[in-house]
Structure formats: C-alpha cells, structure tokens
C-alpha cells in the first residue's frame, strides 16, 4: 500500500516537473522580454509571467499531472485563487528577502529585481505544486 502511494506521488511529482520545465521556459521570457525590452517593473513583468504560464498550467496538470476528471467551474475559480496567492506571498517575499541579503552588495536595481524573480519563481513552485495537488485538483471522495 505505502508503495503504491509512493509511486502515484513520484508520477505526478515526475509529470509535475515536466510541466513546471514547459512553463518556466515560456514564463520566464515573457516576464524577461516584459521587464528588459518593454521596460514593465517588477510586478507586472513577473505578473505577466504568471498569466500566461497559468493557462498552459491549468490544462497541462489538470489533464497530465494530476489526471483530474471533475468539470468544475468552482475547480477553476479554485485555481485562479491558487495562483493569486502562491504569486503574491512568493513575490511579496522574495524582494525583500533578496534586498536584505544582497543589501552590502552594490548592485542595481534592475539587476537585484531579476535575483529577487527568479527567487520568487522557487517559492511559487513549492507552494503552487501544494496548492493544486490539495486544494485545486483534490481527490472527491465519493462517500
């Protein structure tokens, strides 16, 4: 039974890192071409990222990762909620994790806003792999 389980985890955890592989990827140059070559700051570049990596999330772990069968409105609105807030408290923290580190560092602000992206991204993934796997494509028990 223990193995069993194991096993199921390490599938979609393997399923999950793949996933999060595709979607860093296109995520990552759009918030890189948003905040270098358009000039968009902080937020919003790293918004942007998270906007347009969500879409491809949704169905890729929906349908992939956590092969999740119920169609479900409030599966959606569950989500978009994940999302918002595995992206506001990873990039709420980040910066100022990141300012407080590097601050004997003389380094610009351009520079330490990339650091502080890039840390944010680690966080996101860590609480939004929890946040879909518990609380976006949860099991229903049928009892």
Known sequence: MIKAIKRVLDLEQSRFIIVGVMNTIIG???MLI?????HMGYWLSSALN????SIFSYFANKYFTFKAENKSKMEIVRFVINIAVCYLLA???AQPIM???????TLSRAFMDQISMFFGMGIFV???YFGQKFFVFKKMDNN
């Open 126 to 128: 860590v609480l939004n």
């Open 99 to 105: 300012d407080a580190l590097l601050k004997d560092i």
């Open 34 to 38: 948003a905040y270098n070559i358009f």
């Open 50 to 53: 998270y906007i347009i990596g």
């Open 28 to 30: 990552t140059l759009a």
């Open 91 to 93: 990039y709420g923290i």
